[in-house]
């Protein structure tokens, strides 16, 4: 007999969103993988509304247990469900992501070959007829194709599709939870694992499926909140004496306005370009203003040194 295949422990943060979360345990259900070789771990962290009836209805379909905890976003979520989990492999994705049937064939796959690496695939727009969801994808797509230009030596994975051995997620400290956003976490935990020396690598064919519902309003809501998770990364990386992040050079906002994804693109008064334009807009407004908030909260301890 061969060896048996590698056991995943999957893990999805949740936040008051039971729809979504019975679509993605709905996918998994359909996992074409041996059902006594994975796990799932649903974490609450600190939803209103009970799911408990939502993951109860899935128990004869796939091994899953639900955890919950007071509201501490996205990384103290995943913490939480890593820690729990019993799998060699963890595998993270959102509560509105359904991967496709072969996501655990997939990465099953690619560590056989390369068992200490992370793993991180492709994610796909749900919704082409949104084109705020549409837009937002394409901006992901522009940072996958920008900082991953060699698959095996990728630098920039997303916590939506990422797989990892356990062993190594718990001795880097699993990701950061002074990240209280779901905001630059994920940018922030490749970056420490990429210090280590140790390897990423994109790949492309495992494939999970993105329906994150945007207005413009929400849009906006999402790409501020990014520039806030950008600066407090920012900030991280100087506390581990780390060099500051020079930004980008003026031909990466060109290119990224010039940008076209290969997937569908909804029409709208505001072309992709547009939307581009001021998700940067956005970016850079949370970033600043997460950096006025940090000065203000510093300036009291500064007058009581000043005034010894």
Not at 108 to 125: E, K, M, S, V
Request: proline letters at 6%; a positive charge; charged letters at 20%.
């Amino acid at each position: 007999m061969g060896k048996p295949r590698p056991f995943f422990s999957v893990i999805i943060p949740t936040d008051g969103r039971p729809r979504q979360l019975a679509a993605c345990l709905q996918s998994l259900a359909c996992i074409e993988y041996p059902y006594d070789r994975f796990e799932v771990v649903v974490v609450d962290d600190g939803s209103k509304t009970p799911l408990e009836s939502v993951v109860h209805s899935f128990r004869d379909k796939i091994d899953v247990t639900l955890l919950t905890q007071s509201h501490s976003g996205p990384a103290a979520a995943r913490n939480a469900g890593a820690q729990r989990a019993r799998g060699t492999f963890l595998a993270f994705t959102d509560d509105d992501c359904m991967p496709k049937a072969d996501w655990l064939q997939r990465l099953a796959a690619r560590f056989t070959q390369t068992p200490d690496h992370l793993i991180g695939g492709c994610t796909l727009n749900a919704l082409p007829d949104n084109p705020y969801s549409t837009a937002s994808q394409i901006l992901i797509d522009y940072l996958y194709t920008y900082y991953n230009p060699t698959f095996n030596q990728a630098c920039f994975l997303t916590s939506n599709n990422l797989a990892v051995p356990a062993a190594r997620f718990r001795a880097l400290g699993g990701f950061d939870t002074s990240f209280p956003l779901a905001a630059a976490e994920d940018r922030d935990f490749c970056d420490r694992w990429r210090d280590r020396t140790h390897q990423m690598i994109y790949a492309p064919e495992v494939l999970v499926y993105h329906a994150h519902t945007l207005t413009l309003r929400t849009f906006l809501q999402q790409h501020f909140r990014y520039g806030r998770g950008a600066f407090h990364f920012r900030q991280a990386r100087t506390q581990r004496g780390q060099y500051r992040i020079r930004l980008e050079p003026t031909r990466f906002y060109v290119n990224l306005l010039r940008y076209r994804s290969s997937q569908a693109q909804a029409r709208t008064a505001l072309s992709p370009a547009a939307l581009l334009f001021l998700s940067q807009v956005a970016n850079a407004a949370g970033f600043f203003w997460e950096r006025g908030a940090k000065r203000s909260e510093n300036k009291p301890s500064r007058v009581r040194e000043i005034l010894r």
